[in-house]
């Protein structure tokens, strides 16, 4: 998409796109895309008016492009990511000069496209709160430690699954996390000691990094950009392999419940064996 320059932009629902008329003819309409990114859970689009669609997918969101040569569709799976579009789930159409057309698809409504200045981007109270990147090359052992800090009374699981502590880090991969570190989820963030977060600030990385290459751990709500489905938990070492032997030591891997959240863990790697743990 960069380097595409806006043509037309089309909507059917003002709470897909809401925005003024005015601000999307004199800053979307006519503008280049300067580049595409993601915070979070959140896509932008930036233009050469200095000026950013800030994209949030929800619950049924996808996002297709169709061009002369190049199409891709990604997002929430249905037959609108293969089938003629714009369909019935179309909430924005925006067309480029060269012909291609990016769609906004969105079943149940809840996601949005909102026009901003882009110096206003990191503003948003989501952006002010949401915690650092795990894949950024600033995020380093003393940045997790610094973090996990502010749930220091707290188990570690439930402060991994604090976006504001950090982003990006769901129930799947807190567990296998966790166990690549061979940290208890019950253990109490204070009582974890700095070479244990080395550890886990490693493990963290090498878990993203392995999902997406493997498209991510869902099965039938997502896809990728060629329309295949994740295929992470084939490579799961804990997440949903209780009953089965720990592949690192054999023990018989269980499922509990920490931080009101169905827990994964080697209960052999992975011992509560730091002073005052064992937090529910």
């Known amino acids: ?22 601000d999307t003819d004199a800053f979307l309409v006519g503008a280049s895309v300067v580049g595409v990114d ?11 008016t200095k000026y950013s669609l800030v994209v949030h997918l929800k ?16 997002g929430h799976p249905n037959g609108s990511l293969v089938g003629e579009l714009p369909d019935k789930s179309t909430r924005v159409t925006i067309g480029f000069t060269d012909g291609s057309r990016l769609f906004f698809n969105d079943q149940r409504k809840f996601g949005w496209m909102r026009l901003l200045p882009t110096v206003e981007v990191s503003q948003i109270d989501f952006f002010k709160k949401v915690g650092p990147e795990p894949l950024d090359a600033s995020f380093t052992p003393d940045i997790l430690w610094t973090r996990l800090q502010r749930r220091r009374k707290t188990n570690i699981k439930a402060a991994l699954l604090d976006q504001s502590v950090l982003a990006g880090v769901g129930n799947i991969y807190a567990d296998e996390s966790l166990w690549g570190a061979r940290i208890h989820p019950r253990t109490l ?12 600030r490693q493990s963290l990385v090498d878990v993203l990094t392995l999902s997406i290459k493997k498209g991510g751990s869902t099965s039938k709500t997502y896809v990728d950009a060629e329309g295949r489905k994740g295929s992470y938990l084939s490579f799961a070492h804990v997440f949903r392999r209780e009953g089965q032997p720990c ?8 499922k ?7 827990t994964h863990l080697c209960p052999q790697c992975q011992q509560v064996d730091y002073p005052g743990s064992g937090a529910p």
């Open 189 to 200: 963030v204070q009582n974890v000691p700095i070479s244990a977060v080395r550890a886990l």
């Open 38 to 48: 993601r915070r979070a859970k959140v896509l932008l689009i930036e233009f050469s």
């Open 256 to 262: 509990i419940k920490v931080a009101g959240r169905g």
């Open 1 to 22: 998409m960069p380097g595409l320059v806006v043509a037309s932009v089309s909507a059917d629902n003002p709470k897909s796109f809401p925005n003024a008329q005015p």
């Open 247 to 254: 592949p690192r030591c054999g023990t018989i891997i269980i």
């Open 59 to 74: 619950m049924t969101g996808q996002l297709v492009f169709r061009g002369k040569v190049v199409q891709f569709g990604a």
